[in-house]
């Protein structure tokens, strides 16, 4: 087939969806019906409906029949998604230019489309949003945590800016709260070999293997909790600034160093809490992205203005963890 039908949907986005491509085996015999038949995890009858909707089309956008048998020949199709609960926080524009849009993300919205988490993302809200079809992102952040996100406007960008984090070239720096141990001597640089293995919701940390992984853990500020508030005695803040971009990276670290962050549900032990209680949030933040621009040349730096309810509001924190 040629290259342009590899890289470019007929179909247009949906709710900031990219159409799905699928690709006939060169060996197929059958008609494109036994190949989606054997390929997709519905109902025959569910499959049938979509094709006599034409809700499959070819590279041209031609609707498909089912009856087609080309083997090599490439389709597209949007898949049908189950309803998705509301994340019911704002995504906040920090800046935008002809390359670039870095957002501020709440707590609880995944960066992109994954597993359950399709249209209730923070990629395709701005692009059906603010109407930037082909925007995609330079990196990631755990649905869990808020903060920057960066993400490139233009496709010919993309490359330029996701290089520089493969090569480590942009400074990141978090906060997080936690208990204060007034015996742990801070900064200090954490170093470890962390392995996140499929299957499993949480890393671990795999003793005397070669390190994979490095955070600087630095202490930012101690506060009293509110008595009876089911909190330590004593909260602190912390700069964390990962060298590394291992996944929970920050928060096993934190948990090898007796701090497991507040409100997460899988550091020190896992826990199976309702994905729609939006109550506690994982009190992780990335506040600030900073880099040298690839293509301008110039200093970039950006700052979140979010804050962590646990550090600024430990009262209303309390609130939350008696209801």
């Known amino acids: 087939m040629p290259r342009r039908s590899r890289s470019f949907s007929p179909l247009p986005q949906r709710d900031g969806i990219d159409a799905v491509r699928l690709r006939v085996p060169d060996s197929h015999e059958g008609t494109l019906r036994a190949h ?48 998705e609960p509301e994340v019911p926080f704002a995504l906040r524009v920090v800046h935008r230019d002809e390359r670039l849009l870095v957002c501020d993300k709440p707590h609880f919205l995944a960066t992109t489309p994954r597993g359950s988490h399709i249209t209730e993302t923070a990629l395709a809200r701005l692009r059906r ?6 925007l995609s992102p330079a990196h990631r952040l755990d649905r869990l945590t808020a903060g920057l996100v960066l993400f490139v406007v233009r496709p010919e960008d993309r490359g330029a800016y996701q290089s520089l984090f ?56 101690v506060r009293t909790a509110p008595a009876h508030a089911g909190l330590p005695p004593l909260l602190a803040r912390y700069r964390l600034l990962p060298r590394t971009g291992r996944t929970h990276q920050l928060r096993a670290h934190m948990n090898g160093l007796g701090l497991p962050l ?11 809490p309702d994905p729609t209680d939006y109550r506690r949030p994982l009190q992780l933040l990335a506040r600030t992205l900073a880099f040298t621009d690839p293509l301008s040349g110039e200093p970039r730096r950006f700052t979140s203005g979010r804050a962590l309810t646990a550090w600024h509001d430990p009262a209303r924190w309390a609130r939350t963890a008696r209801d």
């Open 262 to 272: 507040l409100g997460d549900p899988l550091y020190p032990r896992v826990t199976d």
């Open 166 to 221: 493969a090569r480590k070239e942009v400074r990141k720096e978090y906060e997080a709260v936690a208990a204060y141990a007034p015996s742990l001597p801070l900064p200090r640089t954490v170093r470890s070999h962390l392995v996140k293995e499929r299957g499993d919701l949480a890393a671990r940390e795999v003793a005397g293997a070669a390190p994979n992984s490095e955070t600087r853990v630095a202490l930012l500020g």
């Open 36 to 83: 989606l038949r054997a390929r997709l995890p519905v109902p025959s009858g569910v499959l049938d409906a979509m094709l006599a909707a034409g809700e499959f089309v070819d590279a041209g956008g031609r609707p498909a029949h089912g009856g087609e048998r080309l083997p090599g020949a490439t389709y597209w199709f949007h898949r049908t998604r189950a309803p």
């Open 129 to 134: 949003d603010l109407g930037i079809p082909a």
